[in-house]
């Protein structure tokens, strides 16, 4: 069994190799792209993002319910959805890099860029990253072969998300657009190669349990024909339950810390941070580096949320959040040296708890197995389910922070036209928002998270499907 999970946990975590690869980049990119060598303006910014918001939210269930429920190879077959969604999610990766035309004549294009780029990625991410959490929950009932899931995951996504640090160094970020634009090919061909060999490795236990069937589809659980009853039915039986609540709600929070922190840190630090404080190295090493932190940190807490479970972890993880935060505003943003401290700490330890989260939603999925008695797990439902209300965060997050930029001349200082007076109120602005965001989404995931019930997942290793 052991070399069954091992196998395993390398051909799963291969494929967050190339999530890596490519969501770094997308993510950490592309707000700055719009904004300041595309040009768009605030109108068609929020425009695209609105339709995006809309977009996402109905993408998420619908591919959850159709992996869960769908008759057809390509939808019920988790390996299937990652084979074939593969090369459409490499060539929604590259959409937004190469410009449509010129975005100074026509302000419209670059709006309708941004959407179509956002929700063809979205889209194709949604269908592979559902189908790759249900394998989590799938490959073992077990806390401690998940666990080990985890860890592996994090040494193949800190090999990825190295994407970001070598766009610094070989690009110069968006400096050199051409030489971005060569690599970013790579990075889909690579990322490409990364998916197939995780499609094609992986296996779950209950391949095991019948070897003759390529995936896991009972009849008890999947109707041929679901009716629009069946499906309200199963959703309300998830989405009732207090744990399932209280997780979606802190997980919106942390979602929306985490959007602020990818699309927007390079801004931040660019504008805080001037180029005589210190070397532009450090500048490179923080946007790279707090990437390559996150693995590391995740592999030292594994051993802590193993012992003490993740409830106690993710719990103290938000009160250490507000606890920086109202430390550094306490000092100010002319402490340079801390202030990059700060955005490395509150970036780098706010993604290693993320990628526990996954342990509370598997957990979920079996509490709500054992209560209905399913004969199999309803994973991409819930995974999706929960997308569905968290979602929303990603769009909101850039939506308001782009509205606060706008409100303090930020279209000003890109082209060079702001006052010394100006410029200090858009710092001053910059600076209360990066503390005043983990300050306030950490006091109120403490809020929500406390009446959590499921503590002691990690004591119990003989749950069953």
Known sequence: MDGYIHKNAVAYSTLLFSFGLMTSIFNFYYVKLFLSVYGISQYWFNIAQLIYLLWNAINDPLFAY???????????????????????????????????????ETKWLAGVHLFVSMACYDALYTFILLAHCALYAEISPKHEDRLRLTKYSQVAGMLGSSSVMLAEFLCDGLENMRAFQIYVLILGV???????????????????????????????????????TSIFSQFIQVIRRKNFILFVTINFLQIFHNYYLHNFLAIFADELIPSRAMPKLVKKLLYGGS??????????????????????????????????????????????????????????????????????????????????????????????????????????????????LEANNYQDRLAEDMSVAQHEALKAAIFSVACAIPFVVGILQVIVWRPYSIRDSHRDDNKMY
């Not at 299937?80 to 975005?103: E, K, M, Q, R």
């Not at 009972?218 to 041929?224: C, F, N, R, T, V």
């Not at 479970?309 to 801390?338: D, P």
């Not at 780098?348 to 708890?353: C, E, Q």
């Open 190 to 228: 690579l990322g490409w190669a990364g998916m197939y060999y995780t499609a094609t490795n992986v296996r779950t236990a209950h391949d095991l349990k019948s070897a003759s069937i390529p995936q896991y589809l009972p009849k008890s659980d999947a109707s041929p024909d679901p009716t629009v």
């Open 66 to 104: 159709w992996q869960d429920n769908c008759k057809i190879e390509i939808f019920r077959n988790r390996k299937t959805a990652i084979l074939y969604g593969a090369p459409f999610f490499v060539v929604s990766f590259l959409l937004a890099w190469f410009p449509w035309g010129d975005y100074n």
């Open 291 to 404: 990437n390559l932190l996150v693995p590391v940190l995740v592999l030292c807490l594994s051993p802590l949320v193993a012992k003490r479970g993740y409830y106690k972890v993710l719990l103290w993880s938000f009160y250490f959040k507000v606890g920086t935060a109202a430390l550094m505003f306490i000092f100010g943003y002319e402490w340079y040296w801390l202030l990059v401290l700060f955005f490395l700490c509150d970036r780098s330890l706010h993604k290693a708890i993320f990628n526990f989260f996954n342990l509370v939603v598997s957990d979920i999925i079996d509490e709500d197995q054992r209560e209905y008695r399913r004969s199999h797990p309803l994973s991409s439902s819930v995974f999706g389910y929960n997308a569905l209300f968290t979602k929303p965060a990603q769009s909101l997050a850039p939506m308001m922070i782009v509205a606060i």
